[in-house]
């Protein structure tokens, strides 16, 4: 079975305390179609880039609002 990879199209900010720094660019193995094995599986990784200034303060960062990764199978 194949299955489409939907990933975010837009920045997120996440934030610790007031200091902020933009997640982007986001990239998933396989693309933006996978195929599943004989047993109906098949890992997918999701990476993205982490856009961190010369001067960023150290601290937890989180997003205040959630990002989606959707899998729709065909």
Known sequence: YTYSITLPSTAT???SGAN???VDAFTSNPGT????????KQTVDVGA????????????YVSG???????NYN
């Not at 179609?33 to 109906?40: E, Y």
């Not at 982490?50 to 601290?59: C, D, I, P, R, Y």
């Not at 609002?65 to 899998?71: K, M, R």
């Open 13 to 15: 900010t996440v934030t």
């Open 33 to 40: 179609t996978g195929t599943l094995n004989a047993a109906g």
């Open 20 to 22: 902020t720094m933009t």
């Open 49 to 60: 880039t982490l856009n961190v200034s010369a001067l960023q303060a150290a601290g937890t």
């Open 65 to 71: 609002t959630p990002f989606d990764v959707t899998v």
